[in-house]
């Protein structure tokens, strides 16, 4: 008989701010959730976008969360047999996966600007007609997409790989599927709720897809329980396992928590920061009474 390996699950804050009640709500689930199945948790810092992280960051989101009460037996400040637990010490990893798409044919160069992709697919983008998502980003277009030959994108790329974004192509009209830990089934369809989606970008750095499922893969994540504001990142994810010949993990994504107004925290001007609550006194305990009864989107 062959047994499940052990419930690896993993907090990836990125160090672009000080960490606020969403992210500890849904890191407590995580904690929890890996906890009551016996098995480790892992950090994973993700400060892969320079324009957008700060060092100074990075300290204190450890700080902040220690100080909540999560406990990761993995990371970048405790070491751990699957490091390093830093994407920006991770290249090699994330290279290797780009020139194998490259190598299947599966991405192509795109030369369009974010501006280009905007303008063609037009704004603004809501749920189709009888589908409950709208998509996330505006659907590429196509404009670089190289066609199809006899069925298979051209193989082997001998362009560059630097100075240009490279898109993953994703299959047309395709139905894809996966049952959430939380939501249960949820389906979504290419080129409605997403099209080619970025995975290279054109300053020579890995985009957040393809660093996610490289590295939820080579830190043997069995779950991974996040946001629900990134499902339909999952289903880009998914595809990437699968061109990349690796096992997805599960998925359990988290109601998104609101302020009084229904507004998402990460949306707020001033996310309500776990630092804040503690500079006015409060304790963690009382914070995490607070999601019992806090607004919540799902
Ligand atoms: N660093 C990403 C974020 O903070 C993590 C997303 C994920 O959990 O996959 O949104």
Redesign the pocket.
């Known amino acids: 008989m062959v047994s499940d390996p052990p419930y690896r699950g ?5 160090p ?1 701010g000080y960490p606020h009640l969403g ?1 500890a709500r ?1 890191f407590w689930t995580a904690q929890q959730r890996a906890q009551a199945a016996g098995g480790a948790l892992v950090l ?1 810092n ?1 400060d892969l976008d320079a324009a957008r992280i700060r060092a100074d960051f990075t300290a204190a989101m450890l700080e902040d969360l220690r100080w909540f009460g999560l406990n990761w037996q993995e990371g970048p400040d405790v070491g751990g047999p699957y490091g390093p637990y830093n994407q920006s010490e991770r290249r090699t990893h994330y290279v290797a996966a780009i020139e194998q798409l490259r190598a299947s044919g599966a991405v192509y160069s795109c030369r369009c600007s974010r501006r280009d992709v905007h303008e063609a697919a037009g704004a603004p983008h809501e749920a189709p007609p009888g589908e409950a998502w709208a998509p996330d980003e505006p659907l590429y277009p196509g404009t670089c997409r190289p066609p199809l030959r006899d069925g298979l994108a051209p193989g082997a790329s001998l362009e560059p790989r630097a100075g240009t974004n490279w898109r993953f192509r994703v299959p047309d009209g395709a139905v894809l599927a996966f049952t959430d830990g939380r939501y249960g089934p949820q389906t979504a369809t290419t080129g409605v709720h997403f099209g080619d989606f970025i995975v290279w970008r054109k300053d020579d750095m890995p985009a ?1 897809q393809l660093a ?1 499922v490289v590295d ?1 893969a080579a830190m043997r994540i069995t779950e ?4 629900a ?2 499902l339909l ?1 999952t289903f880009r ?1 998914l595809l990437l396992y699968h061109a990349l010949g690796l096992t997805p993990p599960a998925f359990f994504h988290c109601p998104l928590v609101t302020d009084d107004h229904g507004v998402r925290l990460a949306k707020r001007h001033d996310p309500l920061s776990l630092r804040a609550f503690r500079a006015a006194g409060r304790t963690p305990e009382e914070i995490r009474q607070q999601f019992l009864t806090a607004g919540r989107a799902d």
């Open positions: 993993r907090l990836a804050p990125s672009t992210h849904t994973r993700e957040y996610c939820d991974v329980v996040r946001g504001d990134l990142s994810q």
